[in-house]
């Protein structure tokens, strides 16, 4: 893998036989010195982050992971349970792991189950996925000329900001990546 696949940020890299997923990448040059990449990278097995600088014309090892589709089952305090659509197996991942993704969640929802060494290490959700609310605090009347947002809460318990007129029972359209309100679905 060249250093430039590094600004991805999503990329999936192996050091020292561990997977680490960049979380931010910035490419650098300087006046007399060849160009760099400096990368914050999460271990996707212990979930310890680090900075990493990595310098031009390096070979960086992309990590074998697998990709296989799962159903997500349930959660505890500590795990999320999903089925393995392949194996059909039950595999148990800690939360810890999957930084906060478990806020978007549902019963039956199919998502992308990561594995490095057989062993499940993360999760891939879907763009976008779909929520009821189920609890909206009434919009004030007259604030319809600005833009103004509220707090309501999915069936996740998960809090997004969304306009005025969402109330409970609708259905909204949510971007997994930031978590911030796309539409209203019905």
Known sequence: ???NELKRVGSIIEIDG???IVLESQHART???RAFVRTKLRNMISGVT??????A???IKEADVERSKANFLYQDDQNIYLMNMTTYDQVALDKS????????????QEIILILFNQNPINIELPKKVEL????APPGVRGDSATNIMKQVTVETDLKINAPLFI???DILRINTDTGAYVERVS
């Open 31 to 33: 006046a007399q010195r």
């Open 132 to 135: 009821k609310v189920i609890e």
């Open 1 to 3: 893998m060249d250093i």
């Open 18 to 20: 561990q997977p680490y």
């Open 167 to 169: 109330k409970e029972g």
């Open 50 to 55: 680090m900075e990493k600088t990595f310098n």
């Open 97 to 108: 792991l999957i930084g906060g993704k478990e806020k978007y969640l549902k019963d039956g």
């Open 57 to 59: 014309g390096g070979n």
